[in-house]
């Protein structure tokens, strides 16, 4: 049975990482490999894939067959193009030359789209961290006007309390006296004088005439 070129699975659970290797097709999917020509990884966007781009060449040359997912990769950078091209000089359609050439443009356009892509993906999370920021901003608006209500409402009231407590006591200040303290005035206390001591009366009658 010819060679294979497979995945074999690796990462924890959830968390998978693949390499890319050439097998034999009785082994099974995870036991032994003859080469390991690359890795993938679909966990990011885009995913992550590195290749030995003339070992996967020369194996396909040697008639190994790709599995679907590996032959979704190998078109993806260029790897079944390429062969197909050799294979049109190999016939006689066309030179070494016109074939790297076709090669070149599609490889350009290739990575154009790829770059169109990255920089589409990169506006995306740029309107998403912009959209999610302006929903955090509108949560946290809303709360602050809703403490500053609530402190509103507490002042209201502490204003209100205080309100009461001076009409209170400007009814006590305004109150008669009389209704508000009847004490008794004391008597005022005598104290005794002293009484200046008599003195003889003058005698203010003329003394008589003697007649003769």
Known sequence: MPA???LQRHGKKGQPYYHIVIADGRAPRDGKFIESIGTYNPLTIPAEITIDFEKALSWLHKGAT???TAKAILMYKGVLYKNHLLKGVAKGAM???QAEAKFQVWLQEKEA???????KQILSKKEEIKSRLEAEAKVNLAKAEALAKKRAKLLEKEHEAAGIEVEVK?????AP?????DVPAEAPVETPTETPAETPA????EPEQKTE
């Open 4 to 6: 294979r070129i497979r």
């Open 170 to 174: 400007n009814e006590i200040v305004d």
């Open 66 to 68: 790709p599995s679907d």
């Open 177 to 181: 006296v009389e209704a508000v303290v």
């Open 95 to 97: 030179t070494e030359e």
């Open 113 to 119: 789209k790829v770059q169109s892509k990255k920089n």
């Open 202 to 205: 003058e005698n203010t009658t």
